[in-house]
């Protein structure tokens, strides 16, 4: 591991019976709006996921977690006002994992749709909001006035 992460060198191929198996069966990746199927590597994930979010899940430094599928479908930026965690003055000086922890924390896989007016956790309805942006959006949906709701800084 470097930095705590995961590196996908440290991943070998299935055996030859376990892709037959998963090609047999038309086994697919298990993120909403994929179809790729399941990538033939080990490693994290390797029997739900295609390669490519496989290496985008947080293990390997990507944005992605398997027990919420919709952060796969998360940004880097905000999708509102385009705010960038990684060009912050706070990230300057950390060290790789921190800075992604950071990142992490600050942007939100927010449904346009919630999930309880039948949202679902397709690509299509899902946004990447900053920690104000996401706190804007919930005051409006509470019918707060603007002055009420979080302002940028």
């Not at 385009?82 to 924390?105: H, N, T, V, W």
Request: with cysteine; aromatic share 6%; charged share 30%.
């Amino acid at each position: 591991m470097q930095n705590g992460l995961r590196s996908a060198n440290m991943d070998s191929m299935k055996s030859m019976s376990a892709i037959k198996r998963q090609v047999s069966k038309g086994m697919k990746c298990t993120i909403s709006s994929c179809e790729q199927p399941l990538t033939i590597m080990t490693g994290p994930g390797s029997n739900k996921l295609c390669r490519e979010h496989q290496l985008y899940q947080r293990e390997y430094g990507g944005m992605g977690r398997l027990d919420r599928p919709y952060t796969f479908h998360r940004n880097l930026t905000c999708d509102w006002c385009g705010y960038d965690p990684a060009k912050d003055s706070r990230c300057k000086d950390m060290q790789e994992d921190d800075a992604l922890i950071f990142i992490r924390s600050v942007l939100i896989a927010d449904h346009k749709i919630r999930r309880h007016d039948d949202g679902t956790d397709h690509r299509d309805n899902i946004q990447t909001l900053c920690l104000l942006c996401n706190a804007e959006k919930k005051g409006e949906e509470q019918g707060l006035p603007s002055k009420y709701c979080a302002t940028r800084c």
